[in-house]
Protein backbone atom coordinates (compact mmCIF):
# COMPACT_ATOMS: atom_id res chain seq x y z
CA UNK A 1 0.00 0.00 0.00
CA UNK A 2 1.79 3.26 -1.13
CA UNK A 3 1.35 6.39 1.10
CA UNK A 4 0.42 9.35 -0.25
CA UNK A 5 1.29 12.76 1.41
CA UNK A 6 -1.08 16.11 0.27
CA UNK A 7 -0.99 19.79 1.03
CA UNK A 8 -2.36 22.32 -0.78
CA UNK A 9 -1.86 26.23 -1.14
CA UNK A 10 -4.29 28.63 -1.48
CA UNK A 11 -8.16 29.13 -1.82
CA UNK A 12 -10.93 26.77 -0.33
CA UNK A 13 -11.58 25.59 -3.90
CA UNK A 14 -7.93 24.12 -3.66
CA UNK A 15 -8.88 22.85 -0.56
CA UNK A 16 -11.75 21.10 -1.64
CA UNK A 17 -10.19 19.73 -5.07
CA UNK A 18 -7.47 18.23 -2.61
CA UNK A 19 -10.11 16.82 -0.12
CA UNK A 20 -11.57 14.91 -3.54
CA UNK A 21 -8.29 13.88 -4.82
CA UNK A 22 -7.20 12.46 -0.95
CA UNK A 23 -10.94 10.58 -0.95
CA UNK A 24 -10.61 9.04 -4.29
CA UNK A 25 -6.57 7.92 -3.35
CA UNK A 26 -8.19 6.46 -0.63
CA UNK A 27 -10.65 3.92 -2.77
CA UNK A 28 -7.76 3.21 -4.64
CA UNK A 29 -6.04 1.61 -1.86
CA UNK A 30 -3.44 4.24 -1.26
CA UNK A 31 -2.98 5.38 2.18
CA UNK A 32 -3.14 9.19 3.33
CA UNK A 33 -0.57 9.68 5.54
CA UNK A 34 0.10 13.57 7.05
CA UNK A 35 2.45 15.87 4.88
CA UNK A 36 5.17 16.17 7.55
CA UNK A 37 5.75 12.23 7.61
CA UNK A 38 7.30 9.96 5.21
CA UNK A 39 5.46 8.99 1.92
CA UNK A 40 5.97 7.23 -1.30
CA UNK A 41 4.40 10.09 -3.29
CA UNK A 42 3.89 13.98 -2.12
CA UNK A 43 0.99 15.33 -4.22
CA UNK A 44 1.52 19.44 -3.52
CA UNK A 45 -1.85 21.19 -4.56
CA UNK A 46 -0.11 25.08 -5.64
CA UNK A 47 -1.71 27.94 -5.87
CA UNK A 48 0.02 31.08 -7.97
CA UNK A 49 -2.29 34.17 -7.08
CA UNK A 50 1.34 35.86 -6.17
CA UNK A 51 4.94 35.31 -6.58
CA UNK A 52 5.03 34.30 -2.91
CA UNK A 53 2.96 31.28 -3.21
CA UNK A 54 4.95 30.02 -5.88
CA UNK A 55 8.22 30.29 -4.14
CA UNK A 56 6.14 28.69 -1.07
CA UNK A 57 5.20 25.80 -3.75
CA UNK A 58 8.80 25.25 -4.17
CA UNK A 59 9.85 25.54 -0.89
CA UNK A 60 7.01 22.28 -0.04
CA UNK A 61 8.56 20.59 -2.99
CA UNK A 62 12.34 20.63 -1.03
CA UNK A 63 10.58 19.70 1.88
CA UNK A 64 8.96 16.47 0.43
CA UNK A 65 12.51 15.44 -0.79
CA UNK A 66 14.08 16.19 2.38
CA UNK A 67 11.67 13.29 4.15
CA UNK A 68 11.91 10.98 1.72
CA UNK A 69 14.67 11.87 -1.35
CA UNK A 70 13.34 8.91 -2.87
CA UNK A 71 9.85 9.99 -3.32
CA UNK A 72 7.45 10.69 -6.40
CA UNK A 73 7.27 14.75 -5.89
CA UNK A 74 3.58 15.57 -7.94
CA UNK A 75 3.04 19.02 -8.67
CA UNK A 76 -0.45 20.44 -9.50
CA UNK A 77 -3.04 23.51 -8.98
CA UNK A 78 -2.95 26.59 -10.54
CA UNK A 79 1.26 27.26 -10.35
CA UNK A 80 1.38 23.72 -11.83
CA UNK A 81 -0.94 24.92 -14.82
CA UNK A 82 0.57 28.07 -15.47
CA UNK A 83 4.39 27.43 -15.87
CA UNK A 84 4.33 23.43 -16.08
CA UNK A 85 7.95 24.02 -17.95
CA UNK A 86 9.32 25.77 -15.04
CA UNK A 87 8.51 23.26 -12.81
CA UNK A 88 9.20 19.94 -14.40
CA UNK A 89 12.77 21.31 -14.45
CA UNK A 90 13.06 21.39 -10.39
CA UNK A 91 15.29 19.07 -8.86
CA UNK A 92 13.22 16.06 -7.73
CA UNK A 93 9.87 16.47 -9.47
CA UNK A 94 8.13 13.25 -10.91
CA UNK A 95 4.82 14.38 -12.58
CA UNK A 96 3.20 18.12 -13.23
CA UNK A 97 -0.55 17.63 -13.43
CA UNK A 98 -2.74 20.55 -14.39
CA UNK A 99 -5.94 21.79 -13.15
CA UNK A 100 -8.05 19.82 -15.59
CA UNK A 101 -6.50 16.90 -15.13
CA UNK A 102 -6.06 17.08 -11.09
CA UNK A 103 -9.45 15.36 -10.77
CA UNK A 104 -8.35 11.72 -12.16
CA UNK A 105 -4.79 11.76 -10.06
CA UNK A 106 -5.79 8.73 -8.34
CA UNK A 107 -6.00 6.48 -11.73
CA UNK A 108 -2.61 8.31 -13.06
CA UNK A 109 -0.93 7.38 -9.78
CA UNK A 110 -2.54 3.78 -10.52
CA UNK A 111 -1.19 3.35 -13.40
CA UNK A 112 2.56 3.78 -12.52
CA UNK A 113 5.27 6.06 -13.91
CA UNK A 114 3.39 8.50 -16.70
CA UNK A 115 5.56 8.52 -20.19
CA UNK A 116 4.83 12.20 -19.97
CA UNK A 117 6.27 14.30 -17.31
CA UNK A 118 4.18 16.96 -17.79
CA UNK A 119 0.03 16.26 -17.95
CA UNK A 120 -1.57 20.16 -18.72
CA UNK A 121 -3.79 20.86 -21.48
CA UNK A 122 -4.76 24.05 -22.41
CA UNK A 123 -7.62 25.42 -20.05
CA UNK A 124 -8.90 28.01 -21.98
CA UNK A 125 -10.47 25.81 -24.16
CA UNK A 126 -12.46 24.24 -21.57
CA UNK A 127 -16.21 24.60 -21.53
CA UNK A 128 -17.84 22.62 -18.89
CA UNK A 129 -17.15 21.69 -15.32
CA UNK A 130 -18.56 19.18 -12.77
CA UNK A 131 -18.89 18.78 -9.45
CA UNK A 132 -15.61 16.66 -7.73
CA UNK A 133 -17.73 13.49 -5.80
CA UNK A 134 -16.91 14.12 -2.34
CA UNK A 135 -18.30 11.81 0.69
CA UNK A 136 -16.40 13.03 3.65
CA UNK A 137 -14.42 15.65 4.72
CA UNK A 138 -11.85 15.94 7.89
CA UNK A 139 -14.07 17.87 9.79
CA UNK A 140 -17.32 16.40 9.39
CA UNK A 141 -20.04 19.25 10.37
CA UNK A 142 -19.02 22.02 7.20
CA UNK A 143 -18.75 21.04 3.68
CA UNK A 144 -17.23 23.20 0.55
CA UNK A 145 -19.60 22.18 -2.53
CA UNK A 146 -17.63 23.74 -6.13
CA UNK A 147 -20.42 24.90 -7.93
CA UNK A 148 -18.70 27.12 -10.37
CA UNK A 149 -15.13 27.51 -11.93
CA UNK A 150 -12.60 29.71 -13.97
CA UNK A 151 -13.67 33.70 -14.25
CA UNK A 152 -14.04 35.79 -17.47
CA UNK A 153 -13.13 38.92 -15.14
CA UNK A 154 -9.29 39.06 -16.06
CA UNK A 155 -8.74 42.03 -13.11
CA UNK A 156 -5.21 43.07 -14.44
CA UNK A 157 -3.44 42.06 -10.89
CA UNK A 158 -4.95 38.65 -11.46
CA UNK A 159 -3.35 35.39 -13.25
CA UNK A 160 -6.50 33.32 -12.22
CA UNK A 161 -8.09 33.13 -15.44
CA UNK A 162 -5.13 31.94 -17.35
CA UNK A 163 -4.64 29.20 -14.80
CA UNK A 164 -8.73 27.73 -14.27
CA UNK A 165 -9.69 28.86 -17.48
CA UNK A 166 -13.27 30.59 -18.79
CA UNK A 167 -16.28 30.32 -16.43
CA UNK A 168 -17.84 27.02 -16.18
CA UNK A 169 -20.77 25.99 -13.90
CA UNK A 170 -21.81 22.89 -12.71
CA UNK A 171 -24.96 21.94 -14.05
CA UNK A 172 -28.56 22.88 -12.02
CA UNK A 173 -29.20 19.77 -11.40
CA UNK A 174 -25.94 18.31 -10.40
CA UNK A 175 -25.26 21.29 -7.88
CA UNK A 176 -28.94 21.31 -5.75
CA UNK A 177 -28.01 16.97 -5.67
CA UNK A 178 -24.46 17.71 -4.28
CA UNK A 179 -26.53 19.84 -1.26
CA UNK A 180 -29.08 16.89 -0.87
CA UNK A 181 -25.44 14.22 -0.63
CA UNK A 182 -23.60 16.08 1.48
CA UNK A 183 -26.92 16.86 3.88
CA UNK A 184 -27.93 13.31 3.70
CA UNK A 185 -24.04 12.52 4.43
CA UNK A 186 -24.64 14.83 8.25
CA UNK A 187 -23.11 17.97 7.51
CA UNK A 188 -25.33 20.68 8.89
CA UNK A 189 -23.44 23.13 6.86
CA UNK A 190 -22.25 23.37 3.17
CA UNK A 191 -20.68 26.44 1.91
CA UNK A 192 -20.78 26.78 -1.71
CA UNK A 193 -17.77 27.89 -3.76
CA UNK A 194 -15.84 29.08 -6.52
CA UNK A 195 -13.15 31.05 -8.21
CA UNK A 196 -16.09 33.50 -9.53
CA UNK A 197 -19.31 32.22 -7.51
CA UNK A 198 -21.46 35.01 -8.26
CA UNK A 199 -21.25 34.14 -12.31
CA UNK A 200 -22.67 30.77 -11.73
CA UNK A 201 -25.19 29.60 -14.25
CA UNK A 202 -24.77 32.32 -16.61
CA UNK A 203 -22.92 29.73 -18.97
CA UNK A 204 -25.86 26.87 -18.56
CA UNK A 205 -28.63 26.01 -21.31
CA UNK A 206 -31.14 27.24 -20.17
CA UNK A 207 -28.90 29.75 -18.15
CA UNK A 208 -29.29 29.76 -13.68
CA UNK A 209 -28.08 32.05 -11.18
CA UNK A 210 -26.58 31.99 -8.15
CA UNK A 211 -30.15 33.19 -7.14
CA UNK A 212 -32.16 30.71 -8.39
CA UNK A 213 -29.48 28.23 -7.05
CA UNK A 214 -30.75 29.57 -3.33
CA UNK A 215 -34.09 29.91 -4.10
CA UNK A 216 -34.44 26.40 -4.79
CA UNK A 217 -32.53 24.81 -2.02
CA UNK A 218 -34.29 26.89 0.19
CA UNK A 219 -37.75 26.18 -0.97
CA UNK A 220 -36.65 21.99 -0.31
CA UNK A 221 -34.57 22.95 2.81
CA UNK A 222 -31.64 21.03 0.95
CA UNK A 223 -29.25 21.18 4.13
CA UNK A 224 -29.61 23.14 7.71
CA UNK A 225 -27.53 25.63 6.56
CA UNK A 226 -26.45 26.86 3.58
CA UNK A 227 -23.45 29.29 3.18
CA UNK A 228 -22.26 31.70 0.10
CA UNK A 229 -18.29 32.31 -0.78
CA UNK A 230 -17.32 35.14 -2.06
CA UNK A 231 -19.75 37.12 -4.86
CA UNK A 232 -18.39 40.25 -6.65
CA UNK A 233 -19.86 43.44 -5.62
CA UNK A 234 -21.90 44.39 -8.71
CA UNK A 235 -23.04 40.71 -8.12
CA UNK A 236 -25.14 41.47 -5.43
CA UNK A 237 -27.99 42.28 -6.29
CA UNK A 238 -31.57 43.97 -5.05
CA UNK A 239 -33.25 40.63 -5.76
CA UNK A 240 -30.27 38.28 -3.63
CA UNK A 241 -30.74 40.76 -0.67
CA UNK A 242 -33.93 40.74 -0.29
CA UNK A 243 -33.78 37.27 -0.91
CA UNK A 244 -31.55 36.69 1.80
CA UNK A 245 -33.54 38.69 4.13
CA UNK A 246 -36.09 36.09 4.37
CA UNK A 247 -34.37 32.94 3.74
CA UNK A 248 -34.11 30.94 6.85
CA UNK A 249 -31.51 28.47 5.71
CA UNK A 250 -28.96 30.98 4.06
CA UNK A 251 -26.62 32.41 6.33
CA UNK A 252 -26.17 36.18 7.03
CA UNK A 253 -22.85 35.99 5.42
CA UNK A 254 -21.12 37.19 2.77
CA UNK A 255 -17.02 38.14 1.85
CA UNK A 256 -17.65 40.55 -1.00
CA UNK A 257 -13.78 41.55 -2.61
CA UNK A 258 -13.50 45.73 -2.53
CA UNK A 259 -9.57 45.39 -3.37
CA UNK A 260 -9.59 49.62 -3.42
CA UNK A 261 -11.82 52.41 -2.35
CA UNK A 262 -10.31 54.83 -4.29
CA UNK A 263 -12.04 54.91 -8.46
CA UNK A 264 -9.01 55.82 -10.00
CA UNK A 265 -7.25 52.45 -8.66
CA UNK A 266 -10.44 50.74 -9.56
CA UNK A 267 -9.76 51.47 -13.37
CA UNK A 268 -6.24 50.47 -13.31
CA UNK A 269 -7.76 47.33 -11.68
CA UNK A 270 -10.00 47.02 -14.58
CA UNK A 271 -12.87 46.43 -11.54
CA UNK A 272 -16.67 47.23 -12.72
CA UNK A 273 -17.61 49.26 -10.19
CA UNK A 274 -16.67 52.68 -8.37
CA UNK A 275 -16.42 52.93 -4.92
CA UNK A 276 -19.39 54.67 -4.40
CA UNK A 277 -21.45 51.52 -6.16
CA UNK A 278 -19.92 49.86 -3.26
CA UNK A 279 -20.72 51.88 -0.50
CA UNK A 280 -24.41 51.53 -1.93
CA UNK A 281 -24.56 47.76 -1.79
CA UNK A 282 -23.09 47.27 1.93
CA UNK A 283 -25.37 49.52 3.05
CA UNK A 284 -28.64 47.57 1.51
CA UNK A 285 -27.53 44.91 2.71
CA UNK A 286 -26.74 46.03 6.38
CA UNK A 287 -30.50 48.03 6.19
CA UNK A 288 -31.77 44.53 5.34
CA UNK A 289 -29.62 42.10 7.66
CA UNK A 290 -28.64 44.20 10.69
CA UNK A 291 -26.46 41.21 11.95
CA UNK A 292 -25.18 40.05 8.54
CA UNK A 293 -21.11 39.12 8.54
CA UNK A 294 -19.68 41.26 5.91
CA UNK A 295 -15.82 40.27 4.85
CA UNK A 296 -13.49 42.35 2.62
CA UNK A 297 -10.54 41.60 -0.02
CA UNK A 298 -8.13 44.76 -0.46
CA UNK A 299 -4.99 44.75 -2.07
CA UNK A 300 -2.39 47.50 -0.86
CA UNK A 301 0.22 48.78 -2.55
CA UNK A 302 -1.11 48.47 -6.20
CA UNK A 303 1.27 50.19 -8.64
CA UNK A 304 0.82 53.93 -8.85
CA UNK A 305 -1.29 53.53 -5.17
CA UNK A 306 -0.30 57.38 -3.87
CA UNK A 307 -0.85 58.20 -0.47
CA UNK A 308 -4.09 59.76 -1.23
CA UNK A 309 -5.48 57.15 -3.01
CA UNK A 310 -4.81 55.11 -0.01
CA UNK A 311 -6.27 57.43 2.64
CA UNK A 312 -9.68 57.08 0.16
CA UNK A 313 -9.81 53.48 0.78
CA UNK A 314 -8.92 53.87 4.47
CA UNK A 315 -11.63 56.55 4.89
CA UNK A 316 -14.21 54.71 3.11
CA UNK A 317 -13.65 51.21 4.72
CA UNK A 318 -13.47 53.30 8.59
CA UNK A 319 -17.44 54.61 7.57
CA UNK A 320 -18.63 51.38 5.73
CA UNK A 321 -20.20 48.53 8.12
CA UNK A 322 -17.75 45.98 7.50
CA UNK A 323 -17.11 43.52 9.80
CA UNK A 324 -13.53 41.97 8.82
CA UNK A 325 -10.99 42.81 6.21
CA UNK A 326 -8.47 40.42 3.88
CA UNK A 327 -5.45 42.29 3.42
CA UNK A 328 -3.43 41.48 0.62
CA UNK A 329 0.03 43.70 0.08
CA UNK A 330 0.30 43.47 -3.64
CA UNK A 331 3.06 41.19 -5.13
CA UNK A 332 3.79 41.62 -8.96
CA UNK A 333 2.82 38.38 -11.13
CA UNK A 334 4.37 37.71 -14.54
CA UNK A 335 2.30 37.50 -17.14
CA UNK A 336 -0.76 40.22 -15.99
CA UNK A 337 -1.13 43.73 -17.07
CA UNK A 338 -0.26 45.49 -13.55
CA UNK A 339 3.12 43.93 -13.60
CA UNK A 340 4.07 45.95 -16.89
CA UNK A 341 2.51 49.17 -14.91
CA UNK A 342 4.94 51.56 -13.83
CA UNK A 343 5.00 53.35 -10.31
CA UNK A 344 5.25 49.88 -8.88
CA UNK A 345 5.11 50.49 -5.05
CA UNK A 346 7.83 50.62 -2.30
CA UNK A 347 7.63 47.19 -0.33
CA UNK A 348 8.50 49.18 2.98
CA UNK A 349 5.22 51.45 2.11
CA UNK A 350 3.26 48.38 1.61
CA UNK A 351 3.96 46.67 4.44
CA UNK A 352 2.84 50.02 6.17
CA UNK A 353 0.16 50.03 4.54
CA UNK A 354 -1.20 46.83 5.04
CA UNK A 355 -0.54 47.12 8.97
CA UNK A 356 -2.77 49.69 9.17
CA UNK A 357 -5.39 48.32 7.52
CA UNK A 358 -5.21 45.04 9.63
CA UNK A 359 -4.75 47.40 12.40
CA UNK A 360 -8.57 48.61 10.99
CA UNK A 361 -10.05 45.11 11.07
CA UNK A 362 -8.67 43.93 14.14
CA UNK A 363 -11.33 47.11 15.39
CA UNK A 364 -14.11 46.50 12.95
CA UNK A 365 -14.12 42.66 14.48
CA UNK A 366 -14.00 43.48 18.06
CA UNK A 367 -16.27 45.95 17.62
CA UNK A 368 -18.93 43.27 15.42
CA UNK A 369 -18.40 40.58 18.17
CA UNK A 370 -18.97 43.10 21.03
CA UNK A 371 -22.61 44.13 19.82
CA UNK A 372 -23.58 40.04 20.94
CA UNK A 373 -22.37 40.21 24.34
CA UNK A 374 -25.74 39.39 25.93
CA UNK A 375 -27.27 37.72 22.76
CA UNK A 376 -28.06 34.26 22.37
CA UNK A 377 -27.05 32.49 19.15
CA UNK A 378 -27.46 29.35 17.12
CA UNK A 379 -24.02 28.03 16.97
CA UNK A 380 -23.04 24.98 14.70
CA UNK A 381 -20.47 22.88 17.30
CA UNK A 382 -17.36 21.96 15.20
CA UNK A 383 -14.56 20.63 17.70
CA UNK A 384 -13.13 20.89 21.23
CA UNK A 385 -10.60 23.13 21.41
CA UNK A 386 -6.77 22.63 23.08
CA UNK A 387 -8.46 24.69 26.12
CA UNK A 388 -10.78 21.48 26.60
CA UNK A 389 -13.91 24.41 25.24
CA UNK A 390 -16.37 23.32 22.61
CA UNK A 391 -15.42 25.61 19.07
CA UNK A 392 -18.60 26.61 16.59
CA UNK A 393 -19.64 28.51 14.35
CA UNK A 394 -22.71 30.97 14.28
CA UNK A 395 -24.89 31.39 11.11
CA UNK A 396 -23.47 34.80 11.01
CA UNK A 397 -20.05 33.70 10.87
CA UNK A 398 -19.10 34.64 14.74
CA UNK A 399 -16.40 31.72 15.81
CA UNK A 400 -17.56 30.81 19.74
CA UNK A 401 -16.17 28.51 22.51
CA UNK A 402 -17.98 27.84 25.20
CA UNK A 403 -17.72 24.34 27.80
CA UNK A 404 -20.19 21.65 26.74
CA UNK A 405 -20.11 17.94 26.71
CA UNK A 406 -18.94 15.78 23.16
CA UNK A 407 -22.68 14.88 22.60
CA UNK A 408 -23.03 18.63 21.45
CA UNK A 409 -20.63 17.99 18.54
CA UNK A 410 -21.93 18.44 15.09
CA UNK A 411 -25.24 19.70 16.04
CA UNK A 412 -26.87 23.38 16.36
CA UNK A 413 -27.25 24.80 19.98
CA UNK A 414 -28.06 27.92 21.53
CA UNK A 415 -25.14 29.84 23.28
CA UNK A 416 -25.65 32.82 25.16
CA UNK A 417 -22.61 35.44 24.46
CA UNK A 418 -21.09 36.47 27.91
CA UNK A 419 -17.39 38.19 26.32
CA UNK A 420 -15.92 39.58 23.14
CA UNK A 421 -13.05 39.98 21.68
CA UNK A 422 -11.53 40.23 17.76
CA UNK A 423 -10.74 36.69 17.80
CA UNK A 424 -14.63 35.58 18.33
CA UNK A 425 -17.08 35.55 21.42
CA UNK A 426 -17.65 33.35 24.13
CA UNK A 427 -20.66 32.24 25.83
CA UNK A 428 -22.19 29.24 27.71
CA UNK A 429 -25.20 26.80 26.66
CA UNK A 430 -28.53 27.62 26.77
CA UNK A 431 -30.49 24.24 27.97
CA UNK A 432 -32.37 23.52 25.11
Known amino acids: MQRVAITTLGCKINQFESAAISESLDKEGFRIVPFGEEADVYVINTCTVTAKTDAESRRLIRRALRANPGARVVVTGCYAQVAPGELKELPGVSLVVGNSEKKGLAEILKGGVPAEKVLVSDISRERSTEALQLESFAEHTRAFLQVQNGCDAFCSYCIVPYARGRSRSVPFPQALEGIRTFAAKGFREVVLTGIHLGGYGLDLDPPATL ?49 SGDDRVLERMARRYTAEYFRQTVEKLVAALPDIFIGCDVIVGFPGESDDEFRTTVRLLEELPVTALHVFPYSRRDGTPAARMADQVDPRTIRARGEILRALSERKKREFFGRFVGRELPVLVQYRGRNGLLVGLSRNYIPVTFAGDEACGNTEITVRITDASAEGCQGIIIPG
Open 211 to 259: LTLLEAAEAERCVQRLRVGSVEPQEVTDELIAFLARAESVCPHLHIPLQ
